[in-house]
């Protein structure tokens, strides 16, 4: 059939994709090609669904900017061959990768729908069942013969999240992640329903992959009491070129002036400091307090409403195109992939 959808499932590792071995007990990765005898449900769709299966699945904890590369070169190459696309991810970092994937997938104009589950696929009360099938529906998805999503999601316990809005937040429910400051792209329900303005418009140029991340950041996470040798060591690292900055509230620091001036020399060497709040819902708004008046004085950049997530992943895509300073604070406070609300 012509209107056919085609899915492209690409397996990483993490629990989703392991069976119970009959005799030891262990949970294992199985084997990919048989996916339809550990879900035949999927027999019963009007998709052409193929996979592929990382060579060796991962915990999603060990996952590296270098399996962002290669995810991103499979998407690439199978582009043009697939309406969507499924990921079959750990949850531990699932936020972290489809961050990054937003950032190095530019003019995305197909689905990329991250999944995973709580409960390895082959026990009786996974939550892996329902995820991937709803997924692979998802990515397959078309009105007028193109595709709802075009942007790289999240997709778990019927709900569908922009993933470069998401964090993990449960490491024991099924429903682990949220999304606190933007809504779900869509709820599954007897129907899918999609929120369709929320969603991402199709980019319009040709897909553009970028396969650079840089590494080299920091992150200081205050606290009441935090001591100047500490902050100076984290400061100081050799190499670094961006740190974030992960504060109270509405962006607020101690105004301590050693504090002030650990930053402000930090600055003036070139390194970009970052500032996102503890807070997994709201925003920074530097100046709102006096709290943060001085951070905003010595240059420090407001990262709004970035999830922690987020504010790496962007750190990363933006500093490794070697663009100069002033452009680079520019698009870190620029809504790129929807990451992010402008004041
Ligand atoms: N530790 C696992 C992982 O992130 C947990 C999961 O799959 O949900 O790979």
Redesign the pocket.
């Known amino acids: 059939m012509a209107n056919k959808s085609s899915v492209l499932l690409i397996y990483t590792?993490?629990?989703?994709g392991m069976i119970q071995d009959a005799s030891s007990g262990e949970l294992k990765p199985f084997d990919f090609k048989s996916l339809t005898k550990q879900v035949p449900e999927l027999n019963k769709f009007d998709i052409d669904l193929s996979s592929i299966a990382f060579p060796k699945p991962?915990?999603?904890?060990n996952m590296h900017p270098n399996v962002w590369v290669q995810l991103v070169k499979t998407i690439q190459s199978n582009y043009h061959k697939y309406d969507g696309f499924v990921i079959l991810?750990?949850?531990?970092?699932?936020s972290f990768t489809a961050s990054a994937l937003s950032f190095m997938l530019e003019n995305l104009a197909k689905p990329v729908v991250l999944t995973?589950?709580?409960l390895p696929i082959g026990i009786i009360r996974t939550d892996g069942k329902e995820n991937l099938i709803t997924a692979i529906e998802i990515a397959a998805a078309k009105e007028k013969g193109k595709p709802i999503i075009t942007e790289v999601c999240i997709y778990f316990e019927y709900k569908l999240y922009r993933g470069n809005r998401t964090f993990k937040f449960n490491s024991a429910h099924f429903d682990a992640f949220k999304s606190p400051n933007y809504p779900a792209l869509a709820e599954a329900g007897v129907t899918i329903h999609y929120n369709k303005g929320n969603l991402l418009k199709p980019g319009k140029g040709q897909l553009k992959v970028y396969t650079k991340l840089e590494n080299d950041i920091a992150v200081l996470k205050l606290f009441p009491g935090i001591s100047q040798k500490i902050t100076s060591a984290i400061i100081n690292t050799k190499g670094i070129k961006a740190i974030i900055l992960e504060t109270f509230g509405a962006g607020n620091a101690t105004t301590q002036a050693w504090f002030i001036k650990e930053l402000q020399q930090a600055i003036k060497k070139g390194i970009i400091i970052l500032n996102i709040t503890q807070c997994p819902e709201g925003r920074v708004i530097q100046g709102m307090y006096e709290t943060s008046s001085q951070l905003k004085k010595i240059g420090v950049i407001s990262g709004a409403d970035l999830t922690f997530e987020s504010a790496v992943t962007k750190l990363m895509f933006l500093l490794a195109q070697d663009l100069n300073k002033q452009k680079t604070v520019r698009l870190l406070q620029t809504n790129l992939r929807g990451e992010l609300t402008q004041e």
């Open positions: 590792g993490g629990t989703i991962i915990d999603s904890s991810h750990g949850s531990d970092t699932m995973g589950s709580q």
